[in-house]
């Protein structure tokens, strides 16, 4: 078993704890074991700290990230907002200049940070360490004929400089995850298109939620899957607002996909809080029979 | 003023340089100190030392006075070295006894807020420029024989113009190609920008010309496997691959290429059409023969039965050739950008995305009557694929896109006028002749050009058309269209093949990845390498008639090294005292060029070889190694004085600043009027590499705080491996430091480029802010820090 | 692009409001920009919102326009934070990166959208984004996931000071 620091974020234990349920359940089934990180706080996250103080952000970054090099482990992400925030502080951090500025801030708490750590989200992790045949072996309730639109989001990919995931634009790690679960992958006209949540008017995410949506609809997928909880958010609750707001109906439900990889493995559907979802994805009760 | 006899007797001429240094430094006070010093038997001043006036004033000096070693106090040598040197000469001097101190880049224009420490300092530079130019030798300018034989290396236009301008004027051309035909990227185009000439229908001639000439030996689909030796005497081996078609009997009436099973696509029409194993490599190829491609052969035979001529044989084998020549122009010109690279604008994905070659090749095609695809009616042009562009380490402008994609619009127009052709730029760059004409002119016809870089191109179809995504950043309108077909503009960069060759003949590259000039003004078309020139696309982008024009002046500059049968050849060059050379070959693994050999057990320099950097000096445990011009008691001696009247509580520290990228970039920091601390001394030489540990401990002995090596960085570097020769002798100095509990950060190595003012200012004055908070080095460790030096520094070898 | 604040046709570049900016971490990054739009033709904010252009945000900050950038009702907070500008600027400017750094600048001045200041007030009280509850572990605990234990917010709180030298105190 190759072991990793786990940094949970703020939402996913919080909001939704059945993804961290499903994580916990289905990564070692993969080979990979989950150490949890104590004192760890809010990454912080790049959208709203960063915005107030870049410098401060980098600073409780690098605490965060000093914890994981106490125990000599890499750090794995379970949001794309996480990594971003973990991996760019890494790749400014290269910066032999910022980053004894930062660590003149840290030696006040008597922690140092290193720049000894690599940080990845689960899902290029389960890429690289387990590799997608390893995902297919651990299925026991493959999803055939589940047609699942893909959102990447932005901050999983890009900056691609910085993430060094995959092509961002014409990424292939989660299309690959998906038919690895035996389900079909379907890339949508408007698959790049963003979640919209750090956009601070209404008008810009609300369209362009609309857009995506209706390409999903179009390509008649049964759910849209995703691994970050910020883009579950937005298009859980936020689907409702633009059904009301444009008076159309979608009923795409979002689906994290560590929920639907667990799934697969054979976790039963009620255990995974798909119920709490406003879009339910009952369309995957289906291969329970099965 | 001392006066004395047998000593060398100089003088000493301080410039005002019209004011520029006067007026700051006090010139009366740093003549008068100069006057007094040692072997000094007069010192002078004058308003421009360089003028005639100036220059008879040391003629004079020297008829009248018996003056026989010179110190101009004045400007850089970069700039009015070569002057002075010719002033002695004319007196019938040794033009290496004269010595500038740099007074004006180093003194009045960076430490003009402080005339009494520039005029301080000036008397220091004087001090040292006497101490190191009294024992200055009497070297003569130095000539070898040289013969009349030039390797081209590249058949391409520039390769092409080279060999015969060369063969022209009577020399004997080795013109060496690696492709089966001469031509180059030239003969794959439609036409020329601005002209629209037919570009087949102006080189073939050219082409033709090129085994008509008697002088020029032609060697097609030849490689070269080696280069070694020097100007004067390039001993070259390279191999002929093999044909398998007899060049004396094949007519190329292309019979074998019927019966040929194999299809593969042709470079040539950049894949656009196919051809088999054994071909001809296009319809002007000049030799016009055809060859088979070994690798795709299947030796069927068919093609044997099928000759005729009787011309095929299957067994022919590869040959290898020796030749030797005086010089050499490389001529291997460019690639074009790969643009699948740049994922954004789907090449190699999406069918209808081509590059701007294969619409030259389209475009040809379709003239010719033989249409490989029809573009469309709606085309367009994506400026910038691979120039200009920081995230593929691109950053210079490729500066030919602009125009090709205006003239194939032109063409595509011409041709259609039904056509939307659009251009979508980043900076239209018209700049050459009637070139902004041809702009407009292509404006008139209909072909729009809007300024905005393309985001990126979609197709939902990997066949279909293309959707690009663009701002108009001149109306902020923001276009998605779709287009029949989408044009890259690709940049050009070096080519792959180049490689090989800059590493044999150790040819250093610029920033932006090609072959470097060894000046960017005045020698554009040399190289690092004497007697190594370049020619066209291998030193950076150019169009066509740059690119010619730039051939004709490197065959011009060949030609002016070999015409005269001798050429002069700079004294500064490593020597071997004989008498105090053991034999121990240290120096000779030393030599980064293989200069040194051993003969009858002493160390002997071969000076065409040898590029003087002074690095092997550092390798001799017996001091028997030395350098012309920057002989170890000089060096010791301009160190001391340049240290001598440092009083207590001073600080000062020695930049030893190589004469190719420090020294200059100094001079640009003083140009630029920009201070450093007065507390640095600039000690001119040849490389960084050329300050042996010994020296650097001698100097801090003699009192110096600190020491900092400036060096060209290696890329950059006429000296290859100096960098890593410097860092092996910090090493050894940095152990003596560590040992005798000197810190070590008194020595600072910096590699620069000529650019790096910034860099230059921070580190002299870091460093001077460093010594004074260390303070001085004790006089017990002063002491310390060279007894014994041979045996720190080469243990115990020398006892031995 | 003339400021529409002023009539003439002179461009007073506000060279105050661009030091600052480049005091902020990568907040000098616009200075390389040539103008060339390849950030704008996939920027999903311009789709949705022709008064948001990245290009023309980089131009404002050459010319030191900052009242038009930063202040209460800002066009920077239609940022979506796709980083799609940062994929294709060719000169390695960062748009993202220059706009965060005027949002601290805004963010020096007290000014922020409610939702954001929200956000942040959270998290600089709590150490995350999500405040902590009894109803939350006893979730978490259902699914038999460990309990969240609260933030060190003494440390946390530590880092926010600025150093010495960085000039703010």
Not at chain 2, 110 to 119: M, R
């Amino acid at each position: 078993m190759k072991r990793f620091a786990f940094f949970p974020g703020c939402l996913i234990p919080t909001m939704h704890p059945s993804m961290e349920y499903a994580i916990r359940q289905s990564l070692p089934r993969l080979g990979i074991e989950i150490v949890d990180l104590d004192g760890a706080s809010c990454c912080p996250d790049p959208i709203y700290f960063k915005s107030k103080d870049k410098l401060s952000w980098l600073a409780v970054a690098a605490r965060n990230l000093s914890l994981a090099e106490d125990l000599g482990l890499d750090v794995i992400t379970n949001c794309s907002g996480c990594t971003a925030t973990l991996s760019e502080t890494v790749h400014l951090l290269q910066d032999e200049e910022l980053r004894k500025k930062i660590n003149r801030r840290l030696a006040r708490i008597g922690r140092k940070y290193k720049g000894k750590t690599r940080v990845r989200h689960i899902a290029t992790l389960v890429r690289d360490e387990a590799g997608y045949d390893a995902i297919s072996e651990s299925v026991v309730r493959p999803l055939e004929g589940l047609k699942v639109a893909i959102h990447y989001g932005c901050h999983l990919l890009k900056p691609s400089s910085i993430m060094q995931v995959d092509n961002p634009d014409d990424p292939e790690v989660l299309e690959r995850m998906v038919t690895a679960l035996g389900a079909t992958p379907v890339r949508h006209r408007n698959w790049y298109l963003c979640c919209g949540k750090a956009c601070q008017t209404e008008e810009i995410p609300a369209n362009m939620m609309h857009d995506l949506l209706r390409t999903v609809d179009a390509e008649n997928a049964e759910i849209l899957g995703m691994i970050c909880p910020t883009c579950f958010s937005q298009f859980d609750y936020g689907q409702m607002k633009i059904s009301k707001m444009f008076e159309e109906s979608f009923g795409v439900p979002p689906v994290y996909y560590f929920q639907l990889l667990a799934y697969a493995q054979g976790e039963p559907y009620d255990k995974l809080g798909f119920d709490r979802q406003r879009f339910k994805p009952e369309c995957l009760k289906r291969f329970e029979e099965s | 003023m001392a006066d004395d006899n047998n000593g060398p007797r100089i003088g000493v001429y301080v410039c005002h340089c019209g004011g520029n240094i006067s007026e700051v430094v006090d010139v009366d006070q740093v003549r008068d100190f100069a006057g007094e010093l040692d072997n000094v038997v007069l010192s002078k001043d004058n308003t421009h030392m360089c003028s005639d006036i100036g220059q008879q004033l040391i003629l004079d000096d020297i008829k009248e006075h018996n003056i026989d070693k010179v110190i101009v106090a004045a400007c850089s040598p970069q700039f009015q070295g070569e002057t002075f040197m010719d002033v002695l000469e004319k007196a019938g001097l040794s033009p290496y006894v004269v010595r500038m101190a740099n007074l004006r880049e180093q003194c009045a224009w960076p430490h003009f807020n402080h005339p009494d420490l520039a005029t301080q300092k000036a008397k220091v530079l004087v001090n040292g420029a006497v101490a190191n130019v009294r024992n200055s030798e009497a070297l003569e300018r130095q000539s070898m024989t040289i013969g009349k034989k030039v390797l081209v290396i590249g058949g391409g236009i520039a390769g092409i113009q080279a060999s015969l301008d060369l063969g022209d004027a009577g020399f004997e051309v080795y013109l060496v190609e690696k492709d089966p035909s001469i031509g180059g990227h030239m003969a794959q185009l439609s036409r020329t920008f601005p002209t629209e000439d037919c570009s087949a229908c102006i080189l073939s001639p050219k082409m033709a010309d090129v085994p008509a000439n008697e002088n020029i030996n032609l060697l097609t689909y030849t490689e070269i496997d080696d280069i070694e030796g020097y100007i004067g005497n390039f001993k070259v081996t390279a191999t002929k691959k093999a044909r398998y078609v007899d060049m004396d009997k094949c007519v190329a009436c292309g019979d074998c290429e019927k019966v040929c099973p194999i299809s593969v696509p042709d470079e040539f029409q950049e894949g656009l059409r196919n051809h088999p194993a054994i071909y001809a490599p296009f319809d002007f190829a000049v030799p016009h023969r055809n060859l088979i491609d070994d690798t795709l052969c299947v030796r069927c035979g068919n093609c044997v039965d099928a000759c005729k001529e009787d011309a095929i044989n299957l067994d022919d084998e590869p040959e290898q050739i020796e030749f030797t020549v005086d010089t050499i122009i490389v001529a291997t010109g460019y690639d074009v950008f790969d643009p699948s690279e740049k994922k954004v604008y789907g090449y190699g994905k999406y069918k209808n995305v081509i590059t701007a070659m294969e619409m030259e090749r389209m475009i040809v095609a379709g003239a010719e009557g033989n249409p490989i695809r029809n573009p469309g009616k709606k085309i367009a042009f994506v400026q910038c694929v691979g120039s200009r562009d920081e995230q593929i380490g691109r950053e210079y402008c490729s500066r030919v896109c602009c125009m090709y994609a205006t003239k194939m619009a032109s063409l595509l127009k011409h041709s259609g006028p039904h056509r939307d052709v659009y251009i979508f730029y980043t900076d239209l760059r018209a700049f050459g002749k009637g070139f902004e004409e041809y702009y407009k002119r292509a404006q008139n016809m209909g072909v729009k050009f809007i300024r905005g870089r393309v985001a990126e191109a979609l197709a939902d179809d990997p066949e279909g058309r293309v959707t690009l995504k663009v701002e108009d950043t001149l109306t902020r309108r923001i276009i998605e269209s779709d287009f029949d077909t989408v044009v890259l503009s690709t940049g050009i960069g070096l080519s792959k093949s180049t490689d090989k060759v800059a590493d044999m003949l150790r040819l250093a590259k610029s920033e932006d990845g090609f072959l470097k000039e060894a000046h960017p003004k005045f020698k554009p078309v040399d190289t690092n390498i004497e007697g190594v020139f370049l020619a066209g696309t291998v030193q950076g982008p150019k169009d066509i008639p740059d690119t010619v024009a730039q051939a004709s002046a490197a065959s011009s500059r060949a030609i002016r090294l070999m015409n005269r049968g001798e050429y002069p050849i700079e004294p500064i060059v490593a020597f071997a005292h004989e008498e105090m050379c053991d034999g121990c070959e240290l120096c000779v693994a030393a030599c980064p060029l293989n200069a040194i050999s051993m003969a009858e057990g002493k160390a002997e320099v071969n000076d065409a070889l040898c590029l003087g950097c002074g690095s092997c000096l550092s390798s001799c445990p017996t001091d028997a190694l030395d350098l012309h011009m920057y002989t170890n008691t000089q060096m010791l001696d301009e160190v001391t004085n340049a240290l001598k009247d440092k009083k207590e509580g001073e600080t000062r520290i020695l930049v030893f600043a190589d004469d190719t990228c420090t020294y200059r970039l100094a001079d640009s920091v003083g140009t630029a009027k920009m201070s450093y601390a007065t507390d640095s001394v600039i000690i001119r030489v040849p490389s960084g590499s050329r300050v042996t540990p010994k020296l650097m401990l001698q100097s801090l002995a003699l009192g110096a705080d600190g020491i900092f090596i400036g060096e060209c960085e290696d890329r950059t570097s006429p000296f290859p491996h100096s960098g890593e020769a410097i860092r092996e002798n910090f090493d050894a100095v940095t152990r003596i430091l560590e040992e005798e509990g000197v810190s070590p950060e008194r020595i600072r190595f910096v590699s620069f480029v000529t650019v790096m003012l910034g860099g230059f200012v921070n580190n002299v004055d870091s460093l001077v802010r460093l010594a004074k908070d260390l303070g001085p080095i004790p006089e017990d460790k002063r002491e310390a820090l060279v007894k014994d030096l041979n045996a720190k520094l080469f243990g115990v070898r020398t006892q031995a | 692009m003339p400021s529409e604040k002023d009539n003439d046709d002179v461009v007073r570049v506000d060279f105050a409001f661009r030091r600052e900016l480049a005091e902020k971490v990568e907040g000098n990054l616009a200075s390389f920009c040539y103008q060339c739009g390849a950030c704008v033709g996939d920027c999903p904010a311009t789709t949705y919102s022709s008064e948001f252009n990245p290009r023309e945000i980089m131009l404002k900050v050459l010319y030191g326009l900052g009242d038009e950038l930063i202040g209460g009702d800002s066009i920077l907070w239609q940022c979506v934070n796709c980083y799609n500008c940062h994929e294709r600027c060719p000169q390695e400017v960062k748009p993202v990166e220059v706009i965060i750094s005027l949002k601290n600048m805004m963010a020096d001045r007290g000014i922020y959208p409610p939702a954001v200041k929200k956000i942040i007030h959270t998290f600089e009280t709590t150490g995350r984004t999500v405040p902590l509850s009894d109803a939350i572990n006893r979730k978490r605990e259902k699914l038999g996931l460990p309990p969240l234990e609260p933030v060190p917010m003494d440390e946390i709180e530590k880092l926010f000071e600025p150093l010495e030298e960085e000039g703010e105190e």
